[in-house]
């Protein structure tokens, strides 16, 4: 059964870069037919899609996050990272990993999430 | 680019069925037949319920369906139950080879 865990900091100063990173249990991340992505929630509002990347390196961004996202790859070690950089507080949010079919048609299953809140 | 128009709440009666809807563009949700649809319990994991606009993965019940026409999907719960009481998002590949997110349907069973 494929699982997926986040693990980072919980808290994140402004304007400094935000560091997740979803460690996948059960399953190879190095699978043609799937992206590893990443989704957050901010308190009291919706889903926002973030990014995603395949294991050969293709990635995919949230037009309005584009210029601050990174995500990547490790397959030796089975994870996929996100960093945010320039945060702020609007980024305090419930950051989840998940795996995504191709054409994003599904998402799952996702990780328990993660709670970072943006604050000096 | 814009989410997914969603209604901001529905409510209904144990046994009764109701539908949520979600709008989008020719660009998203009428461009492609890969609109998902998720329930969410606050403080818990996202769940999958529908996905290619009307497919049930495994072990999802089938009172939860998914239809579309034109820019609107369409998530129907039939058989209302306690449990279904969450919030629902549907989200749609788009043509820039992206994700959207509609902007969440709370659900309250009376």
């Known amino acids: 059964q494929l699982q997926l865990q986040e693990s980072g900091p919980g808290l994140v100063k402004p304007s400094e870069t935000l560091s997740l990173t979803c460690t996948v249990s059960?399953?190879?991340?190095?699978?043609?037919?799937?992206?590893w992505g990443w989704i957050r929630q901010p308190p009291g509002k919706g889903l926002e899609w973030i990014g995603a990347?395949?294991?050969?390196?293709?990635?995919y961004f949230n037009p309005s996050l584009k210029s601050r996202v990174t995500i990547s790859v490790d397959t030796s070690k089975n994870q996929f990272s996100l960093k945010l950089s320039s945060v702020t507080a609007a980024d305090t949010a419930a950051f989840y990993c998940?795996?995504?079919?191709?054409?994003?048609?599904?998402?799952?299953?996702w990780g328990q999430g993660t709670l970072v809140t943006v604050s000096s | 680019q814009s989410a997914l128009t969603q209604p901001a709440s529905v409510s209904g009666s144990p046994g009764q069925s109701i539908t949520i809807s979600c709008t989008g563009t020719?660009?998203?949700?009428?461009?492609?037949?890969?609109v998902s649809w998720y329930q969410h319990h606050p403080g818990k994991a996202p769940k999958l319920m529908i996905y290619?606009?009307?497919n049930r993965p495994s072990g999802v019940s089938n009172r939860f369906s998914g239809s579309k026409s034109g820019n609107m999907a369409s998530l129907t719960i039939s058989g209302l139950q306690a449990e279904d009481e969450a919030d629902y998002y549907c989200?749609?590949?788009?043509?820039?080879?992206?994700?959207?997110f509609g902007g969440g349907t709370k659900l309250t069973v009376l």
């Open positions: 998940a795996r995504l079919g191709l054409w994003f048609r599904d998402i799952d299953p």
């Open positions: 059960g399953g190879s991340i190095s699978s043609k037919n799937y992206y």
């Open positions: 990347v395949h294991y050969d390196g293709r990635n």
């Open positions: 020719s660009s998203d949700v009428g461009g492609y037949n890969y």
């Open positions: 290619d606009v009307s």
């Open positions: 989200s749609s590949y788009t043509g820039r080879s992206t994700l959207v």
